[in-house]
């Protein structure tokens, strides 16, 4: 069956561009994450959403991060400006429940370069 | 939220059991105790959850002491493509993403 997808799997940019990663969650699932996974950590939370609405964002690193989920099933993660210290992985993971210990469900990742 | 604790490697053999205990001192009633792998060039995977006593299911066991300061994951009779690193989590409804995930467990499986 469909898992959760990513796009692009690879990116590479210019410190100062801006970028947009996709996530496509499986279809029904409720909440949505994004975390990002430098190399040998693990990932770090950035924000989570229940249907469209963003109940937390804590976990942006600055106001150049930013996310979106519209219609509560799509989410793009936008890093504006960007800076080396953004590469990484990028991480979208998404749960059929509410709660915070339910199975998440990640997809493949996807990985920023900024040269 | 609870700080978790686990080693940072561990090495094995084929066909052995692995367990890999995490430390939770500070675990809270509400919380329970949540096992991921992840390959490399992969995102996570969930294995298994548990609140107290044991839990199993056919990847994995998990043990959990009365006081729930500790949990172990056990890997039964692992192979070569159990290699990969393990992370232990803990948190409670409200938790979200906020399940602080560390650096994990690498477990490296040789023949």
């Known amino acids: 069956g469909a898992g959760v997808s990513q796009s692009p799997r690879y990116k590479v940019a210019k410190r100062g561009q801006d970028v947009a990663l996709r996530c496509d969650p499986i279809?029904?699932?409720?909440?949505l994450f994004w975390y990002q996974q430098a190399l040998g950590q693990g990932p770090e939370f950035l924000t989570y959403?229940?249907?469209?609405?963003?109940?937390?964002k804590s976990g942006l690193p600055s106001d150049r991060f930013f996310a979106e989920r519209p219609e509560g099933s799509v989410s793009t993660l936008k890093i504006q400006r960007t800076q080396q210290e953004d590469s990484a992985v990028y991480l979208c993971?998404?749960?059929?429940?509410?709660?915070?210990?339910?199975?998440?469900?990640f997809g493949p990742g996807t990985r920023l370069t900024v040269l | 939220l609870a700080k978790t604790t686990q080693p940072i490697s561990m090495d094995s053999y084929e066909g052995q059991e692995v367990n890999i205990t995490c430390s939770h001192n500070?675990?809270?009633?509400?919380?329970?105790i949540t096992w991921y792998q992840q390959f490399p060039s992969q995102g996570p995977r969930f294995i298994i959850q548990?609140?107290?006593t044991k839990v199993t299911n056919e990847v994995a066991s998990l043990f959990i002491p009365a006081d729930r300061k500790s949990s172990t994951l056990s890997l039964p009779r692992v192979s070569l493509s159990d290699t990969a690193v393990y992370y232990c989590?803990?948190?409670?409804?409200?938790?979200?993403?906020?399940?602080?995930f560390g650096a994990g467990t690498q477990v490296v499986v040789t023949p």
């Open positions: 959403f229940q249907n469209e609405a963003q109940l937390d």
């Open positions: 500070n675990i809270a009633t509400n919380d329970y």
């Open positions: 548990g609140y107290k």
């Open positions: 989590l803990v948190g409670d409804e409200g938790s979200w993403g906020k399940f602080q």
């Open positions: 279809s029904g699932h409720v909440s």
């Open positions: 993971a998404s749960s059929l429940g509410l709660a915070g210990y339910d199975e998440q469900f």
